[in-house]
């Protein structure tokens, strides 16, 4: 049971090249989410999936994209990174409520450094 | 700004003590709080999480207190131990049933053998 899978772990992009972090979870999850870290500033939800077909906008969704695939994958997409677009990223998912205790599954993280 | 913040940025404590991690929320309407630990290298792990509706719940060598009339909310570790240490975040929801977590900027602990 690998939980959550995130590739790659490590990314160094130029300026306005574009990529694709993949996510994916085996635990029959309906909810799917990213989240960015940043030094001093905790994390903060950039889109979330609510079910397979379905995603929605989260604090700071300027500059991505996400693709629902399937229900156990969910994409996250830079179409033209930025420098300020550098940070830790994680892909996370809960269970159904009402079994929902408000537990993100996360995974390992995906390290981006845009030049 | 945020709404969950946290008191102390950085706690170091020695093996054996108990720890307290402070954490203040804003948001008088979230359903309920969790606290997350992240050690170096690694996504955030779930620790505890307790509703709005209950003032302390206690898991194994953990206990979350919940003060909701100074909106005021504490991780305590008893007997901390050197695994322990890591990054504590608090998060709270108010987002329904979507669970949009709010996170804290999280605080450091360092266990001191």
């Known amino acids: 049971n690998a939980g959550v899978t995130q590739t790659p772990k490590f990314q160094v992009l130029k300026t306005g090249q574009s990529m694709t972090l993949q996510c994916a979870q085996d635990?029959?999850?309906?909810?799917m989410y990213w989240y960015r870290q940043d030094p001093g500033m905790g994390l903060r939800l950039i889109y979330y999936?609510?079910?397979?077909?379905?995603?929605d906008k989260g604090e700071v969704p300027n500059g991505y994209n996400v693709s629902r695939l399937n229900k156990r994958e969910f994409s996250l997409r830079l179409e033209s990174a930025a420098p300020s677009q550098t940070s830790v990223y994680f892909c996370?998912?809960?269970?159904?409520?009402?079994?929902?205790?408000?537990?993100?599954?996360f995974g390992e993280g995906s390290r981006l450094t845009v030049l | 700004g945020e709404n969950v913040g946290l008191h102390l940025p950085t706690l170091s404590v020695q093996e054996g003590d108990n720890s307290i991690i402070n954490c203040a929320y804003s948001?008088?309407?979230?359903?309920?709080f969790i606290w997350y630990k992240q050690e170096s290298g690694k996504g955030p792990q779930f620790i505890i999480d307790?509703?709005?509706?209950?003032d302390k719940r206690q898991g194994q060598r953990v206990t979350v207190l919940l003060n909701k009339t100074v909106k005021h909310l504490s991780l305590q570790i008893a007997a901390t131990q050197p695994g322990d240490s890591a990054v504590y975040f608090c998060?709270?929801?108010?987002?329904?049933?979507?669970?949009?977590?709010?996170f804290g900027k999280g605080t450091l602990l360092t266990v001191n053998p």
């Open positions: 948001n008088s309407a979230s359903d309920y």
């Open positions: 635990m029959n999850h309906n909810s």
């Open positions: 307790i509703r709005s509706n209950m």
């Open positions: 996370a998912s809960t269970r159904d409520s009402p079994a929902n205790t408000g537990e993100l599954f």
């Open positions: 998060a709270e929801n108010f987002g329904g049933s979507n669970y949009k977590l709010t």
């Open positions: 999936s609510a079910s397979e077909g379905t995603t």
